[in-house]
Each structure stands twice: as C-alpha cells, then as structure tokens.
C-alpha cells in the first residue's frame, strides 16, 4: 500500500509539472514568439513601404478611367495593412494579413479572404486571438461605439469608427461578416469593417463582434490621422 501511495503521489506531481509547463507554455513562450512575429511583419511592411514597392491605388479612390487596372489582390498569409486601434492602447498597433488559417493568426490579424478590400466597397472582415499567440484582442470587450479604428496600407490612412459592439454570437453565424453585416443595424451597402475574436477569453464557443463604418480616408503624405494623435 505504501508503495502504491508513493507511486499516485509521484504521478500526481508529475502531471502537475507538465500541465504548469503548459501553461507556462500558452501563456508565456507563444506570446512571446508571436510578438516577435508580428514586429517581423510590421518591419517587413515598413520596409517595402519605405522603398516604394507600394504604388497601388487606394481601394476608396474613385475610379477616373474605365481603364483603369484594378488592385492587385492580396496574398494568402502575407501582410498588407497595419492596424491601430487606440482604445487599446497608445502602442497597440498589429499587422493585418491576408486569410484566418492557424498558422496567419500566429503572426497577426486576419482578413476573411472573401471580404472587401480596405477601405472598398463592402465589409472588410478581421480576425484575431482573443488569447495566446500575443493576445491581439485580449481587450476587445472594453471597445465602444465611437471608438476608431485607423489602419494604412501604405498609401493611404483609413479611419473606421465603431457603431455597434461587442456583439455576441455563435461561431456558426457568418452573416455577422457579409457585405452589408447581419445584425448589424445598417440598413444598406456602404464600407464597413467588422473584427471577430473568440469568447469566453480562454474558450471558443462564441465570438464577439464589432462593426464599423469608413468615416475618413487620406493620403500617408497628409501625416497621421486625428485619431492617432489624441
């Protein structure tokens, strides 16, 4: 019997290594590696930005010519568009790539790749972690309507302000991101923006949303928006 107790007693404190481990683990080592993969892509962006590999024309600027060559689309898993969002913080700022796979929500926000383009006409629908992997939207409860969100592709800046949210529903309700957003209370096309995350904070049974309109677009060499200098 006393070998039997030792032998549970080992086993016990063994498994409750490993599940510290692990969540040393969740918690510590993939917000680490994320933060670092996410700076990655903002220097990345900064970088071709800086040496003028990005001359597309900005998705809100009306067509002049029916020539005219249409963006061209972005790519599955890479960055496009830096995001920032000032109730979160004066330094939350994350990247936005293209597509919501696994492995693109490691290094940054993602872009529901059937959505509008920033800033075009429609719903331009983003994702991210509400916790692990850098907890992009560990905050996302404490947004209110009114509140901007300002993102940049490099050509342009694209202010969004909130109407409504965080709204709660189940992962299986996807009208949340169509062109003209489900419950959302618009009642007609327009250029919209919706952000999803998962909730409860640790769990994944509902997703919180909020919506947003395009309340004003200008060009990067204008400076800053507002918005970002309150």
Not at 62 to 90: C, D, H, V
Not at 138 to 167: C, H, M, Q, S
Not at 215 to 220: F, G, I, L, N
Request: proline fraction near 8%; hydrophobic fraction near 35%.
């Amino acid at each position: 019997m006393r070998v039997i107790l030792r032998t549970v007693s080992e086993l016990c404190i063994t498994v409750g290594t490993l599940i510290v481990l692990f969540v040393a683990y969740v918690l510590f080592w993939t917000g680490l590696r994320a933060e670092g993969a996410m700076n990655d892509q903002i220097d990345r962006l900064h970088a071709e930005w800086s040496r003028g590999s990005v001359r597309t024309q900005a998705a809100a600027a009306p067509r002049t010519s029916g020539t005219a060559k249409p963006p061209k689309p972005y790519r599955p898993g890479e960055p496009f568009a830096i995001m920032y969002i000032p109730r979160l913080g004066s330094t939350w700022n994350k990247p936005v790539l293209e597509g919501t796979g696994t492995g693109t929500l490691k290094k940054g926000l993602g872009h529901y790749a059937r959505t509008a383009r920033l800033g075009g006409q429609g719903n331009f629908a983003v994702a991210g972690h509400r916790r692990t992997y850098g907890d992009p939207f560990r905050d996302f409860p404490e947004l209110r309507p009114g509140d901007a969100v300002v993102l940049t592709d490099g050509t342009a800046w694209f202010t969004y302000r909130i109407d409504k949210g965080p709204y709660k529903t189940v992962p299986t309700d996807v009208g949340v991101i169509d062109a003209v957003p489900r419950k959302s209370g618009y009642p007609r096309p327009g250029r919209y923006l919706t952000l999803t995350t998962c909730d409860p904070e640790w769990g994944h049974s509902h997703r919180l949303i909020v919506w947003a309109h395009l309340d004003s677009t200008q060009p990067v060499e204008a400076g800053e928006p507002g918005a970002l200098r309150r």
